[in-house]
């Protein structure tokens, strides 16, 4: 699976982008959601994992951005604060799911999984 992290913190998405490759991913990362957007044009991405607060940009606003559109990859939120909180927000704009920082291994593989079933699912339309 392709994947793309979109992360302003590059040692957190360094390392994401390891495990991710242990997984047997092949992964982007990106620091901007002007650096996705033009990577979603030339890439075929099945998953983004998104961080929800990117600096001086908002993750939710690209969500939602990325919503509009007719066809775009799964999302599944990065956030420092609270998982109820943050999850709840993410389901209700779109996103497949959420995964809390720190997280670990296990956590990123069940967030890998969603996104290959969903693939599965819409792949049959």
Not at 15 to 27: D, N, P, S, V
Request: with cysteine.
């Amino acid at each position: 699976m392709n994947i793309l992290i979109v992360d302003d913190h590059p040692n957190l998405a360094r390392i994401t982008a390891l495990a991710l490759r242990g997984m047997g991913c092949l992964t982007f990362t990106v620091r901007s959601t002007a650096a996705a957007d033009r990577l979603l044009g030339t890439e075929a991405i099945d998953g983004i994992f998104l961080d929800v607060n990117l600096g001086a940009e908002s993750g939710w606003d690209f969500l939602s951005t990325l919503a509009a559109r007719v066809a775009w990859p799964p999302v599944i939120m990065f956030t420092a604060g609270s998982r109820e909180e943050v999850a709840a927000e993410a389901l209700r704009r779109g996103a497949l799911g959420c995964l809390v920082k720190p997280f670990n291994l296990e956590e990123l593989r069940q967030q890998i999984d969603r996104i290959a079933q969903h693939r599965r699912e819409h792949s049959r339309c």
